[in-house]
């Protein structure tokens, strides 16, 4: 079964609106991190955002918050007010505790077009 | 300061060939993994090695290796090349192996095999 799950291979927004990109997860652990990261047509990985398991309220960075439902497993990413640089590759992850480190797992990704 | 850098940035091998791919952590970051994204997917980690040892390691063959050196930079190494192992090949570091949530990523390495 997949661990993360980005049902979303592209959404488009006009500039300026607000949108919301879909992540669910699976794990049976009680700790966990979640994280989003931009990926554009350069290659790196640009870091977002993260939210811990046992946090309680939800992560903001600026324009961006992760609505973290966890009865649902879902991690959802919210984007105020796009921008044209925010055209890119959009990725979910998980980091675990596998006994020795932290191992993130990655979704499949979701494209974002922002448009004038 | 100076984030993650890769080495090189692209790069054309032929089958069954070998390739080594380096990446220099950000000052001061003993944890270095690995992770190779192919084309329409999400990155797949492959490594990671904390003060020189490995330390996890992905659902890879037995072609792919790496080593971390006295410096914390570290090498990739992939033998008998697959048309399959074309993909972007991305670096990342960290303080340590705990920090899970401070991950910083290269600009990687495209790898194509022909």
């Known amino acids: 079964a997949q661990k993360i799950t980005q049902t979303q291979p592209g959404m488009f927004v006009q500039e300026k609106e607000a949108v919301t990109l879909d992540c669910t997860y699976d794990t049976s652990d009680q700790s966990y991190g979640l994280f989003w990261y931009k990926q554009p047509s350069s290659g790196e990985m640009i870091f977002l955002i993260y939210?811990?398991?046992?946090?309680?309220q939800n992560a903001t960075e600026g324009r961006y918050s992760l609505n973290f439902q966890k009865a649902r497993k879902s991690a959802n990413l919210v984007i105020s007010a796009s921008q044209l640089g925010d055209s890119a590759m959009y990725f979910c992850a998980m980091r675990e505790w596998d006994g020795g480190s932290y191992i993130p797992t990655f979704g499949r990704g979701t494209s974002l077009i922002v448009h004038p | 300061d100076a984030g993650v850098t890769q080495s090189p940035t692209h790069l054309i091998k032929t089958r069954g060939q070998q390739v080594t791919l380096r990446c220099s952590p950000i000052s001061g970051h003993k944890s270095v993994s690995w992770y190779q994204q192919v084309l329409g997917q999400g990155p797949q980690f492959i490594f990671q090695?904390?003060?020189?040892?490995?330390?996890g390691r992905g659902n890879f063959p037995d072609r792919f290796s790496a080593r971390q050196f006295p410096n914390y930079s570290s090498e990739l190494n992939v033998n008998a090349l697959l048309l399959g192992d074309s993909a972007l090949y991305l670096c990342?570091?960290?303080?340590?192996?705990?920090?899970?949530?401070?991950?910083?990523f290269g600009e990687g390495s495209w790898l194509t095999v022909v």
């Open positions: 939210q811990g398991s046992y946090d309680e």
């Open positions: 990342a570091s960290s303080l340590d192996r705990a920090s899970g949530n401070t991950i910083y």
């Open positions: 090695y904390y003060e020189k040892e490995e330390r």
